[in-house]
């Protein structure tokens, strides 16, 4: 009996012990990285590169933004939407998008080529995962605000994001 009993309680602490870890930890966690958002610029080569890693936004095409008028959210010009119809979709927590910038002009470079991966590394190592690549401008902004990325799946720990603009790259450490 006494060998059942120890049982229990050690099986009712296993389960209990992430939902009270979750609670303490995402309030202060969210606050220190002000509401969940990452900015960090770094220069490669001839670019300034800002990475930017918010919460998931809104997508519209100009078409959509038109017919709908919404208040918040931002502009495909091109490329890929993750927000159509599929599976996954509540999956996509956050917007992980980088800013191009010639770093002599600090204008947005014209055309670049960018490609973006990202690999969480802790709590657990996973492969790297290809953004799918959309340029944005956020609602009622001009073309400087011009930049790249997508909404993305990345739960809270910890992360490598690699970036290729051209000939020149960054990797980025972030902590979501
Ligand atoms: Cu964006």
């Known amino acids: 009996m006494l060998k059942t009993?120890?049982?229990?309680?050690?099986?009712?602490?296993?389960?209990?012990?992430?939902?009270?870890?979750?609670?303490?930890?995402?309030?202060?966690?969210t606050a220190a990285m002000g509401m969940g958002t990452v900015t960090i610029p770094v220069t490669a080569g001839v670019y300034r590169l800002t990475l930017m890693i918010g919460p998931r936004e809104a997508m519209y095409t100009q078409a959509q933004a038109r017919r709908s008028?919404?208040?918040?959210?931002?502009?495909?010009?091109?490329?890929?939407?993750?927000g159509g119809m599929g599976m996954g979709m509540d999956m996509l927590n956050h917007h992980l998008e980088v800013h191009v910038l010639d770093r002599r002009t600090m204008r947005p470079a014209s055309n670049p080529v960018v490609s973006i991966t990202y690999q969480a590394t802790s709590p657990m190592m996973m492969?790297?995962?290809?953004?799918?690549?959309?340029?944005?401008?956020?609602?009622n902004m001009d073309m400087s605000d011009i930049h790249y990325g997508n909404n993305v799946s990345m739960p809270g720990g910890a992360y490598r994001v690699s970036v290729h603009v051209n000939q020149a790259s960054a990797t980025y450490t972030v902590r979501l």
């Open 127 to 139: 492969r790297p995962v290809q953004v799918p690549i959309a340029v944005m401008v956020g609602l």
């Open 69 to 82: 008028h919404p208040t918040t959210g931002e502009i495909m010009l091109r490329g890929t939407m993750m």
């Open 5 to 29: 009993y120890g049982a229990a309680v050690f099986a009712a602490a296993l389960i209990a012990r992430p939902s009270v870890a979750g609670a303490a930890g995402t309030p202060a966690h």
